[in-house]
């Protein structure tokens, strides 16, 4: 059984930082890209950032440019989103999705497999 377990969420004022973790089990990882998404209520999940099954291809939304961070660790099964320079508007649940054969950073229902969430929250 394939899980994906997100972690790291929280309340952080403006300009703070967060890291979130997802630990994967139940699949060989290293085939997998990855990719974080967020939502808020009444809007559609959208693409935040993502990562190659090496490590080596990365992809940012226009809007965490420059202060968000992808990374994953293939012998830890775990991938990581280091969020700089947070603003109120970053508030969201945020999830991440496993992709093994998918052509598409942004596409939701390339994922094969998705987290739970976990809430970040920015305050002003």
């Known amino acids: 059984q394939v899980q994906l377990v997100e972690s790291g969420g929280g309340l952080v004022q403006a300009g703070g930082s967060l890291r979130l973790s997802c630990a994967a089990s139940?699949?060989?990882?290293?085939?997998?890209?990855m990719g974080w998404f967020r939502q808020t209520p009444g809007k559609e999940r959208e693409i935040v950032a993502g990562?190659?099954?090496?490590?080596?291809?990365?992809y940012y939304a226009d809007f965490v440019k420059g202060r968000f961070t992808i990374s994953r660790d293939n012998a830890k099964n775990t991938v990581y989103l280091q969020m700089d320079s947070l603003k109120p508007e970053d508030t969201a649940g945020y999830y991440c999705?496993?992709?093994?054969?998918?052509?598409?950073?942004?596409?939701?229902?390339?994922?094969?497999?998705w987290g739970q969430g976990t809430q970040v929250t920015v305050s002003s």
């Open positions: 990562i190659n099954w090496g490590g080596g291809v990365t």
């Open positions: 999705a496993a992709n093994k054969f998918g052509s598409s950073w942004s596409r939701v229902a390339e994922y094969e497999h």
């Open positions: 139940g699949l060989t990882f290293s085939l997998y890209a």
